[in-house]
């Protein structure tokens, strides 16, 4: 998890990334992690086109926050 908060932390600073495709698939993300990484989904300059979070352990709560970072963005 808190490899996933740092992720969300760094990406959220970056703004002239040009990150299209995440995979992160196999990891333990935890609820704070993917509240980071939601977070920085929501300010990102461009969308991703693929993200895969399979086997990642999220919990309805981190999962609900992701998807309302991706209305934000789509």
Known sequence: ?????????ILKTNV???IQIL???S???GQK??????SALEVWPQALISLN???????????R???L???TQY
């Open 1 to 9: 998890e808190k490899g996933f908060i740092e992720l969300g932390l």
């Open 16 to 18: 002239d990334h040009s």
């Open 23 to 25: 995979n992160v698939a």
């Open 27 to 29: 990891n333990r993300v």
């Open 33 to 38: 992690g993917m509240l980071s990484l939601a």
């Open 53 to 63: 979070l399979s086997d990642c352990h999220i919990h309805a709560k981190a999962g």
């Open 65 to 67: 926050r992701l998807i």
């Open 69 to 71: 970072a991706f209305e």
